[in-house]
């Protein structure tokens, strides 16, 4: 039963959404319309980009350029396979005024197919242009870079400003981009015997940054200084280039929000099946991988969006509506554009080959978001289930016996054994939190403090439960306490969805916070170095230890809310009962 309170807030989320959506279509039609006067024209290898001259919160001048191609529409021949790049332009000047198009993707919520296949662009926004007659700035002042992957479950979403308006990170002297690229099947299909490698969405973001390191510089950028950073998918992303030798020679630190990669646990399961199950629905009957391919080329791309599921196989409908099918997978072969081919815990456990600055962490409701799955697809006695599903998609190699056994201490752990009609919303909220996000967090960070002994890790938990939890309201959770995940974006971005906040209220200081960490980790490696005018607090790394286990790990974290502080072993009894599990079922694998 869906509490009023809940519901009355859904109702001022989807009106403050909306609103929103609106205001920024009309923006987008008015400037398409009645294009600026001075535009600023950029000169990169492709051609020339004009874009607009615009104003900061505080008054500043920016520009940005919106809807810049950086790859080649990926349709008929080129569906499924690497990204092929912009050689030049079409156009002599390309007109960025504006987003173009999102990448094709299904609407989980309504069921409706959006954008297009020829979705690949990103926007540049900058707080200072070349001056006049000088092609690229002096060294000395060129802006560091911060590229940012949108979140989506690898299914939807998109780099656009209308959630994505980077304005605050420019007033802290940084030059941001964002990034579409490919989704659902399109970015992830995997048929390797007919070319198809899998990772087509990761391998565009791989593209972008060789576009951003051959032309940021052009725009007062400097491509010797690129931070890339994610939130959810767009983190996992972001976490697996800094694995990929292929990727992190074009960025040198790294930014993960809810999300790193441990194990193959968040990696796609028997891809080929699923690309084959795909394939019969639309007509095909031989077992030939080419011949699966080529089916799948020729389905029209609306069509193919919409009826993504089907690779799910025979029971698709029974699978919860936002479980994602199309995600990473590791690749057989190593090429100039593979990105990983090695399963993350063995590239994570390879000793001293990771040096890159990273900065990690997540929200401590990031649970909430599973509430509404839950909520929609069971009833009854079937939440009983819930602990065995969780842990048969992410310990995938257990015995029927050694699950079982799993599964009882889970219950035992969170539940107390209580029956499933007396679980509580915490309960459940933070067992989904643990095993989709903690987990992985912790085991991350351990890891990196045994094997990785140069790389400064900084570690943080988002805990501000504020009004502007946009997703936590439209998944009817207003009233189920904690930080929602996707709730840091809220307070990191300017989208024109929200009213302005106060200039002394809780949520501006909590906003200036993210910024200014964020913006001090990409200019120097280091949060506290350019943040002291705003948060007064030392931010220590995650310490090390040595290989053998003689030292316990401690794992050191900032909590980040309206005042900033240290602290130690977060949720110490959780993370404590994941490691002894991990020791019973998984020996070796810490």
Same mark, same amino acid.
């Given at each position: ?15 403050? $959404? ?37 104003? $900061? ?390 890891? $990196? ?20 939890? $946009? ?120």
């Amino acid at each position: 039963m869906v509490e009023w309170n809940n519901l009355w807030q859904f109702v001022l989320a989807v009106v403050r $959404l909306g609103s929103g959506v609106i205001a920024f279509a009309l923006h987008h039609f008015h400037v398409r319309v009645r294009p600026p006067r001075d535009c600023p024209l950029v000169t990169v290898r492709q051609g020339q980009l004009r874009g607009v001259a615009a104003r $900061l919160p505080n008054g500043a001048p920016y520009y940005y350029f919106k809807g810049v191609p950086y790859a080649e529409p990926p349709v008929g021949k080129l569906r499924f396979k690497a990204p092929v790049p912009v050689e030049r332009f079409r156009k002599s000047v390309v007109n960025c005024y504006a987003e173009r198009y999102d990448f094709i993707q299904l609407d989980f919520f309504s069921g409706f197919v959006f954008g297009s296949e020829s979705g690949l662009y990103l926007n540049v926004y900058t707080p200072q242009l070349p001056v006049d007659g000088e092609e690229t700035p002096m060294k000395a002042n060129q802006l560091p870079v911060m590229v940012f992957l949108h979140g989506g479950g690898f299914a939807c979403g998109s780099g656009s400003s209308l959630f994505y308006n980077p304005e605050y990170f420019l007033q802290r002297g940084v030059l941001v981009v964002t990034v579409n690229y490919r989704l659902g099947p399109f970015g992830f299909l995997y048929l390797p015997e007919a070319g198809v490698e899998g990772n087509a969405g990761l391998k565009d973001q791989l593209m972008a940054l060789r576009w951003i390191n051959e032309n940021i510089a052009n725009f007062g950028g400097d491509p010797s200084n690129v931070t890339l950073f994610g939130e959810s998918a767009g983190s996992f992303s972001a976490y697996l280039h800094m694995l990929s030798p292929n990727s992190r020679k074009y960025f040198h630190r790294v930014i993960c929000q809810s999300g790193v990669v441990c194990s193959s646990s968040f990696m796609q399961a028997n891809p080929v099946e699923m690309a084959f199950n795909l394939a019969r629905h639309f007509g095909y009957s031989g077992t030939s991988q080419q011949g699966a391919l080529e089916t799948l080329q020729q389905v029209p791309a609306k069509l193919l969006a919409k009826q993504q599921r089907k690779a799910l196989g025979q029971g698709a409908e029974k699978h919860p509506d936002l479980v994602f099918i199309f995600l990473p997978v590791v690749e057989q072969t190593l090429t100039d554009h593979s990105i990983i081919t090695q399963p993350p815990e063995v590239l994570l456990k390879a000793y001293d080959t990771l040096r890159m600055p990273l900065l990690e962490g997540c929200n401590d409701g990031e649970g909430i978001l599973g509430l509404y799955i839950i909520r929609r697809k069971t009833r009854g006695e079937d939440i009983r289930h819930l602990p065995d599903r969780v842990l048969a998609k992410l310990f995938r190699h257990l015995t029927p016996t050694e699950r079982a056994e799993m599964t009882d201490k889970v219950r035992q752990f969170y539940f107390s054994d209580a029956p499933p009609s007396a679980w509580s919303t915490d309960q459940i909220k933070h067992l989904l939190t643990d095993v989709i996000f903690m987990m992985d967090s912790a085991i991350n960070a351990e890891w $990196l403090a045994k094997y990785q002994p140069n790389l400064r890790h900084y570690h943080y938990r988002f805990t501000y439960d504020g009004r502007y939890s $946009l997703l936590k309201r439209l998944f009817l959770s207003a009233n189920v306490a904690g930080a929602c995940h996707g709730d840091d974006l809220m307070y990191m971005f300017n989208p024109i969805f929200l009213p302005p906040f106060a200039p002394l209220s809780d949520e501006c200081r909590v906003r200036d916070n993210f910024i200014a960490l964020w913006t001090s980790f990409a200019k120097h490696g280091d949060p506290s170095v350019d943040s002291r005018d705003v948060v007064d607090v030392e931010w220590r790394p995650v310490g090390k230890v040595p290989r053998d286990a003689s030292k316990s790990f401690q794992l050191d974290c900032l909590e980040i809310n309206v005042q900033p502080a240290m602290m130690i072993d977060p949720c110490r009894d959780r993370a404590h009962f994941w490691r002894e599990l991990l020791e019973t079922y998984q020996k070796g694998h810490l």
